[in-house]
């Protein structure tokens, strides 16, 4: 099953996620360093991580997914 992450930070959701046996097929965050920082965490962040305010997201970029987190 896939999910998507939004707001997704360092990546803490994915990882949960992940032990479930889920694969992420989109991930989004607004804030650079946070970009950084799951870059460093997942190094196939650029097959999916978008940096962006989740506003000025375009919905047609987004995967079909089974599940949508949100964290904050």
Sequence with gaps: MRFAE??????LVRMGLEKANWSVAFANDIDPLKEGL?????KDAENHFVLG?????????IPTVDLATASF
């Design 6 to 11: 939004f707001f997704a930070g360092i990546g």
């Design 53 to 61: 305010d989740i506003h000025n997201l375009d919905a047609a970029t």
């Design 38 to 42: 799951y870059s460093t965490n997942f």
